[in-house]
């Protein structure tokens, strides 16, 4: 089993940053790729950002790219989500996931095994 803990969500105005973490422990030789999901009231969950856990591939919903960026620290196995010049419309529950299943392009919830208890982002304008 891999377990994720999500943390350093927060308030934020436009225009600002944040970031998150999120580590992973148990067994993470297993893992493929890490994920980051977002989940905005209302709304389905959607891919943000991921990362592979070899830290070669990066992969980054469009409205995001540019703005965000995903990195691995692999002495402490976490995982980050820089992001840059945040909107409103970023705000929402993120949460952090982590896949076993090889993905040439890991996107989908269903990419993901283990999921963390997610962290509140919310932006003002």
């Known amino acids: 089993q891999v377990q994720v803990v999500e943390s350093g969500g927060g308030l934020a105005q436009a225009g600002d940053s944040l970031r998150l973490s999120c580590t992973a422990s148990?067994?993470?030789?297993?893992?493929?790729?890490m994920g980051w999901f977002r989940q905005a009231t209302g709304k389905n969950r959607e891919f943000v950002a991921a990362?592979?856990?070899?830290?070669?591939?990066?992969y980054y919903k469009a409205s995001v790219k540019g703005r965000f960026t995903v990195s691995r620290d692999n002495d402490t196995n976490t995982v980050y989500l820089q992001m840059n010049s945040l909107k409103p419309e970023d705000t929402a529950v993120y949460y952090c996931?982590?896949?076993?299943?090889?993905?040439?392009?890991?996107?989908?919830?269903?990419?993901?095994?283990?999921w963390g208890q997610g962290t509140q982002v919310t932006v003002s304008s």
């Open positions: 148990g067994r993470t030789f297993e893992i493929y790729s």
């Open positions: 996931a982590a896949g076993r299943k090889f993905r040439p392009i890991p996107s989908k919830m269903a990419d993901f095994d283990s």
């Open positions: 990362i592979k856990w070899s830290g070669d591939m990066t």
